[in-house]
């Protein structure tokens, strides 16, 4: 007999959310961390979130200087940087912590795509996790253009005008679709206060709402669940999640803070750019050289920059619907499989991220 | 006559008394030289109370002594003022260990029923000789600082005068009753100590440190495997407590560090009197830029003609920006007709803002993804990103007295002429009504 749709519904909900385990002693006392060659995958979550706590703090510490305006923005960052005391490691921890919270956010995402860890009963953390990462270079985009100088502001620029871009393949009829989308992004028919306000609102406010909700129907599902086996055999050993597993994770943490605390205290996050793209940002003026954006956003730049734009279109549309649908389309595959094709995707964002670049001279010369 | 007793009679009289009442107890008995534990009766509280007691009483110990027997070295140690800065903490911290733990000892012998039993009123002289004398210590570290440096031209002689036969009080005789009484509850510590638990002074295991370890095995294969599921237990409780112990003392250690800079982060930075006028500066400059640009805007919203040049400042090799009505960079040339051209300087590819320098044939850059445009024409290079041509902008020309002399729609289609003898002299606008057309 067939199931009436919502008993099935409920039934799904019922096994993916197992509220009967929310409890002590599933969540924390039995539950085991199997250790196998793919254990490593089991920190870079963890240290993900590690590092959005260090922006979370960082970041309203930041708040307490930055204003969020086009005349002032500009003079506000500079004032932290170089009046604040202590205000430009606050800064630089913001900026190298955002960096490798995205780095650990995919790493987190391909390790779990090899360990086949969206498997039945996780879909539901798979997805809170997809999502996760769109908020995450959400939050990358929008916190870009805050300190408003030269390279932001025009990156920002360059990134919403591929909005404008999509209108060509619509039909005649709603070919303004696209550049009405962009100005109501933007706020405004050109960046400006407008474009700062939002962005600025979704940088502080919207965008770490949604991630405190999301993440913690992420973390909560992971601990009902369990680690996710990750490999086909037994494992060999298991560690308690409890006290063993957590102390590792604490003392990965630990090293990670070091090796971010130094860093941020020798090297200026800037200092990897040329001084003029550093100004304040000059609505008047010509858009200065060398204007692109941050490093994770290269695998979709560079092939942005030599292919033609349906082609990224379709490429970027059918990889963010395949990540959702990836539990139900990687269903049947081994782990062996998932294996490969994370390896195939990570060699293809290591390639273009390291020489995207020399990628795109070569072609266009 | 109370001094020489308290202070010659009663030391000898503890001195021979403690050795011939230790020697007797060795004698009549030997089980009886222990600490008495009642380890087995109460063990959660003995544990925070023995251990902080120990501790403490051992390196107090271990600093009185040193003081006493080596007090020319010591002298010399407490010469350095950060050794004796460090003596002293120790020394505070020590006796405030042993202060918290006699007071949980104490405690624990006050409130559990089953300890009361096995206690008798020698334990009760003992406690209360330690409290009193341990307080006493405490008052004298803290009524007569630097207690480490002073006793050694002061007690130091007075207990070697004792020990020398050559009693001397003349020192001691004018001291604070606090230090006097201190040293007298010293000598009643010793004349008790071999009636009573202190005995286990004297027996302390230390082969334990030593022997072999002992390890219990079970031949019952049931109670062998409670052995080592409890050994495990241990183990890992061990391990725990070891590793969150570490990790809380870096942590501890790190959030110093990391406090100390979050904390001045907060405090308003000391600005030197120019930094803060520089500052003050730049801060308004930037905000007259951006009045400048509101107005731009303003003017945009009001005015149906907007000043772009005079003909005679434009030129075909750099181009002049201004701004048009949509609030848009746009780039004004001269070609080498003569006439004005005006193009959007937004490229049509992504949006940048488009170079105003010429190259040798007569094309800007967009430096964003290199497009090359045609200032004639507006058109782009042959593959290039962008695919469309720069916008033209609609212009007017102006005499000196401000008559319309010539203009351009968006299309490119001219009206009117130019004369090139006072061409120099007229002023180039865009005008609202051309833009709107567009």
Redesign the interface.
């Known amino acids: 007999m067939k199931q009436p749709l919502v008993s099935t519904l409920f039934d799904f909900i019922a096994s993916r959310i197992p509220l009967h385990k929310l409890d002590v002693r599933h969540m924390i006392t039995e539950k085991e961390v199997p250790v196998h060659r793919m254990s490593w995958g089991y920190y870079v979550g963890g240290l993900a979130l590690f590092f959005f706590i260090i922006q979370v703090f960082t970041g309203m510490m930041l708040l307490f200087y930055y204003e969020p305006t086009v005349s002032e923005a500009h003079e506000s960052v500079e004032y932290i940087t170089h009046f604040v005391t202590m205000g430009a490691l606050i800064r630089n921890l913001h900026a190298w912590s955002a960096s490798f919270m995205i780095f650990c956010v995919i790493a987190h995402m391909l390790s779990a795509l090899a360990m086949k860890a969206f498997a039945k009963p996780r879909e539901i953390t798979w997805i809170a996790g997809v999502l996760l990462l769109l908020i995450t270079f959400g939050f990358g985009f929008t916190g870009y253009l805050l300190p408003w100088n030269q390279i932001a502001v025009n990156a920002t620029k360059v990134g919403l005008a591929s909005i404008d871009q999509m209108g060509q393949y619509l039909p005649a009829a709603l070919s303004h679709l696209a550049e009405d989308v962009r100005v109501t992004i933007q706020g405004a028919p050109a960046i400006g206060q407008a474009t700062l306000s939002r962005f600025f609102a979704l940088h502080v406010v919207i965008l770490p709402l949604m991630v405190f909700g999301v993440i913690g129907l992420h973390v909560l599902s992971v601990q009902l669940h369990g680690m996710s086996p990750g490999i086909e055999d037994k494992p060999r050993r298991k560690d308690k999640f409890f006290p063993i597993f957590i102390l590792k994770d604490f003392k990965e943490w630990g090293i990670a803070f070091l090796v971010l605390f130094i860093l941020s205290l020798c090297l200026p996050f800037d200092s990897l750019f040329p001084y003029p793209l550093l100004e304040p940002y000059n609505a008047l003026g010509s858009t200065p050289d060398g204007i692109k954006p941050e490093w994770y956003f290269y695998f979709v730049y560079y092939p942005m920059e030599l292919l033609p734009f349906w082609i990224i279109i379709v490429v970027m549309t059918l990889a963010t619907l395949g990540l959702f649908a990836a539990p139900w389309i990687f269903k049947g595959t081994s782990h062996k499989t998932m294996r490969w094709i994370a390896s195939a995707i990570a060699a293809y964002m290591i390639i273009m991220t390291l020489f995207g670049e020399n990628i795109y001279h070569a072609i266009k010369g | 006559m109370l001094e020489l007793f308290a202070f010659v009679g009663l030391p000898y009289a503890a001195i021979l008394i403690c050795i011939v009442g230790t020697v007797w107890r060795f004698r009549n008995d030997q089980y009886g030289i222990s600490s008495l534990s009642s380890q087995f009766l109460e063990g959660r509280k003995l544990l925070w109370g023995s251990a902080p007691w120990h501790i403490g009483i051992l390196i107090i110990f271990l600093g009185h002594f040193v003081a006493f027997l080596l007090p020319g070295i010591w002298q010399r140690l407490m010469a350095v003022p950060l050794l004796l800065a460090l003596a002293e903490m120790t020394g505070f911290a020590s006796t405030v260990l042993c202060l918290l733990g006699l007071t949980v000892l104490f405690y624990r012998r006050l409130t559990t029923a089953r300890l009361q039993k096995s206690t008798n009123i020698g334990d009760f002289i003992v406690t209360a000789l330690l409290l009193v004398q341990v307080g006493l210590g405490l008052m004298v570290a803290g009524g007569y600082r630097w207690g480490a440096s002073w006793s050694t031209g002061t007690l130091t002689p007075y207990v070697w005068s004792l020990i020398s036969f050559s009693p001397d009080v003349s020192v001691i005789r004018d001291m604070p009753i606090v230090i006097q009484a201190h040293v007298v509850g010293a000598w009643l510590i010793l004349l008790v100590l071999p009636f009573t638990r202190l005995i286990h002074m004297v027996s302390v295991p230390l082969q334990y440190l030593f022997r072999s370890p002992q390890k219990v095995v079970w031949n019952n294969p049931r109670r062998n495997n409670q052995a080592v599921a409890a050994r495990v237990t241990q183990e890992?409780r061990r391990?725990?407590l070891k590793?969150?112990f570490g990790?809380s003392a870096?942590?501890l250690l790190?959030s110093v560090g990391?406090l100390d800079?979050?904390g001045?982060?907060?405090?308003m930075?000391g600005?030197h009197h120019d930094?803060e006028a520089n500052?003050l500066e730049?801060?308004l400059r930037?905000?007259q830029?951006?009045a400048e640009?509101k107005e731009l805007e303003l003017e945009r919203l009001r005015s149906d003609h907007i000043y772009v040049a005079k003909l005679a400042e434009l030129n075909n090799t750099v181009g002049k920006?201004f701004?048009d009505y949509?609030?848009?960079?746009g780039l004004a040339f001269r070609a080498e007709d003569g006439w004005p051209m005006l193009l959007s300087?937004k490229?049509t590819?992504?949006?940048?803002?488009?170079?105003?320098q010429v190259d040798a044939s007569g094309r800007i850059l967009?430096?964003?993804?290199?497009s090359y445009f045609d200032i004639k024409t507006g058109m782009p290079n042959d593959g290039a990103?962008a695919k469309a041509p720069l916008d033209r902008i609609a212009w007017v020309l102006r005499d000196e007295q401000g008559t319309e002399v010539a203009t351009e729609s968006p299309r490119g289609s001219r009206t009117g002429r130019l004369d090139p003898a006072v061409a120099d002299g007229y002023s180039l606008y865009i005008v609202r009504s051309l833009s709107a057309e567009a």
């Open positions: 890992s391990h725990f590793a969150a990790l870096a942590g790190l990391v800079k979050l001045r982060f907060f405090q930075p600005l930094e500052l730049t801060r930037r905000l830029l951006t640009e920006y701004i949509s609030m848009r960079p300087a490229c590819h992504l949006g940048c803002t488009v170079g105003n967009c430096p964003c993804h290199v990103p």
